[in-house]
Nanobody, 115 residues
Framework: QVQLVESGGGLVQPGGSLRLSCAAS????????MGWYRQAPGKQRELVAR???????NYADSVKGRFTISRDNAKNTVYLQMISLKPEDTAVYYCNKDSITRLPWGQGTQVTVSS
């Protein structure tokens, strides 16, 4: 059974940093393009960063230059380094395949940016 587990969220002041992790069990992530998604209250889930199996990355304009997605295939884990956080980054963050077919969603990790 495939399970994605996101961690690393928390409460941070504007301008702060966080590093999110997404660990998988029951599936090998290295063969997939993976993405970090976020969902703010009252809004649709959006893709903010993606990384291909070869390591190429793309970012939503709203996070470009502030977020960095990476992967450690040996650990079957995908990361999202976030710097210069803004209140509008507040959301629940999830990882999943960047594909029409997705793995079961994990519980996500809450990121709250507030002073």
């Amino acid at each position: 059974q495939v399970q994605l587990v996101e961690s690393g969220g928390g409460l941070v002041q504007p301008g702060g940093s966080l590093r999110l992790s997404c660990a998988a069990s029951g599936s090998t992530l290295r063969i997939y393009a993976m993405g970090w998604y976020r969902q703010a209250p009252g809004k649709q889930r959006e893709l903010v960063a993606r990384i291909t199996s070869g390591g190429s990355t793309n970012y939503a304009d709203s996070v470009k230059g502030r977020f960095t997605i990476s992967r450690d295939n040996a650990k079957n884990t995908v990361y999202l380094q976030m710097i210069s956080l803004k209140p509008e980054d507040t959301a629940v963050y999830y990882c999943n395949k960047d594909s029409i077919t997705r793995l079961p969603w994990g519980q996500g990790t809450q990121v709250t940016v507030s002073s």
